[in-house]
């Protein structure tokens, strides 16, 4: 499945981004998905996860209570909600499917993605 990013951009640290990965094919609606974020010389870490029916999330503890991911299958789309930005928050981010884990129960373990978009970047400043 092919997964296309939009909606980063510079914003004010307290500031609000959505991000938006569409997919390509309607398989989409039967992988768990996750947002994954890689600030420059550090390595790529889980940011959020949401099951294949959108029943279940999973965040890392540096966002939770600030970020809400989401999904809308019959449009083959996931969200990113990001609100309360902090420059810590400065990363390009992607989206990928856990395209293994066809209709897994829950979040999957973050090494199962391996399906990615080709990021977008996100620029908060102090």
């Known amino acids: 499945v092919q997964l296309v990013e939009s909606g980063g951009g510079l914003v004010q640290a307290g500031g609000s981004l959505t991000l938006s990965c569409a997919a390509s094919?309607?398989?989409?609606?039967?992988?768990?998905m996750g947002w994954f974020r890689q600030a420059p010389g550090k390595e790529r870490e889980f940011v959020a996860g949401i099951s294949y029916n959108g029943d279940a999330t999973s965040y890392s503890d540096s966002v939770k209570g600030r970020f809400t991911i989401s999904r809308v299958n019959f449009k083959k789309t996931v969200y990113l909600l990001m609100n309360t930005l902090k420059p810590e928050d400065t990363a390009v981010y992607y989206c990928?499917?856990?395209?293994?884990?066809?209709?897994?129960?829950?979040?999957?373990?973050?090494?199962?993605?391996?399906?990615w978009g080709q990021g977008t970047q996100v620029t908060v400043s102090s």
């Open positions: 990928a499917a856990a395209s293994s884990c066809s209709f897994y129960r829950g979040v999957p373990p973050r090494d199962r993605y391996d399906n």
């Open positions: 094919e309607a398989t989409f609606g039967w992988y768990p």
